[in-house]
């Protein structure tokens, strides 16, 4: 990567969107993020994609903390898994699931331009689990950081993680998908006790589809 946070990362390019071997791809946000992730965090990173945010977090991170990916995608994965190894970040794990607020095996389609999402009438069937129940069973650390853009599902993501989130506290980078879900989403987490503000100073609330939450 050529500029940024993520500056000398490995990528390989024509994976993903240009700007993210450029460096300036969503460039607030990352910029946020990276200051959020601070040495020895642990990051869940869900709806990780090709891996932008989970390199950033790694490298912000450091050895001494932890990267969890969660990517459903197939077409994902292996640029996913071949970036961490790349750029030999031995502190990510890949956990090849979606988020949702119950398990299952779950209906999921390839839009394009590596990019999906769970829906009724995907073609592809993926395995789902909710956050609370795999922190659990594989005794994950808790979060300082959750990343969250799954292309419509936030409010299940959520939902399936109400212990850890509120149970840890941890600083939310939210992206909502649809006026419905990003009016849940707020709901929820104020009803949880988190101040929102919009990642973009310039929107509301109301306006904006990425906040992050405290």
Same mark, same amino acid.
């Given at each position: 990567?050529? $500029?940024?946070?993520?500056?000398?990362?490995?990528?390989?390019?024509?994976?993903? /969107?240009?700007?993210?071997?450029?460096?300036?791809?969503?460039?607030?946000?990352?910029?946020?993020?990276?200051?959020?992730?601070?040495?020895?965090?642990?990051?869940?990173?869900?709806?990780?994609?090709?891996?932008?945010?989970?390199?950033? #977090?790694?490298?912000?991170?450091?050895?001494?903390?932890?990267?969890?990916?969660?990517?459903?995608?197939?077409?994902?994965?292996?640029?996913?898994?071949?970036?961490?190894?790349?750029?030999?970040?031995?502190?990510?794990?890949?956990?090849?699931?979606?988020?949702? @607020?119950? &398990?299952?095996?779950?209906?999921?389609?390839?839009?394009?331009?590596?990019?999906?999402?769970?829906?009724?009438?995907?073609?592809?069937?993926?395995?789902?689990?909710?956050? @609370?129940?795999?922190?659990?069973?594989?005794?994950?650390?808790?979060?300082?950081? /959750?990343? $969250?853009?799954?292309?419509?599902?936030?409010?299940?993501?959520?939902?399936?993680?109400?212990?850890?989130?509120? *149970?840890?506290?941890?600083? $939310?980078? /939210? #992206?909502?998908?649809?006026?419905?879900?990003?009016?849940?989403?707020?709901?929820?987490?104020?009803?949880? *006790?988190?101040? $929102?503000?919009? /990642?973009?100073?310039?929107?509301?609330?109301? &306006?904006? @589809?990425?906040?992050?939450?405290?």
């Amino acid at each position: 990567m050529l $500029i940024g946070p993520a500056r000398g990362l490995r990528w390989v390019v024509g994976v993903g /969107l240009h700007g993210c071997w450029l460096g300036t791809y969503e460039w607030r946000k990352q910029s946020r993020f990276a200051r959020a992730v601070t040495s020895g965090a642990t990051v869940y990173d869900i709806g990780a994609n090709t891996g932008f945010y989970t390199l950033l #977090a790694a490298r912000r991170a450091g050895a001494g903390g932890n990267v969890h990916a969660f990517e459903p995608s197939p077409r994902n994965l292996g640029p996913l898994r071949e970036h961490v190894r790349l750029n030999r970040f031995d502190q990510v794990t890949v956990h090849p699931v979606a988020l949702s @607020d119950h &398990a299952g095996e779950l209906a999921f389609e390839d839009t394009g331009s590596f990019t999906g999402r769970l829906t009724r009438h995907g073609s592809l069937k993926v395995r789902a689990v909710t956050l @609370d129940q795999i922190a659990h069973d594989q005794d994950l650390p808790p979060p300082s950081v /959750l990343k $969250i853009d799954v292309e419509g599902a936030e409010l299940s993501v959520l939902r399936g993680g109400q212990q850890t989130i509120t *149970g840890h506290r941890p600083v $939310i980078f /939210l #992206a909502t998908h649809g006026c419905e879900v990003q009016a849940a989403c707020r709901r929820l987490l104020l009803d949880w *006790g988190f101040q $929102i503000e919009a /990642l973009d100073p310039h929107q509301t609330l109301e &306006a904006a @589809d990425e906040w992050i939450a405290r």
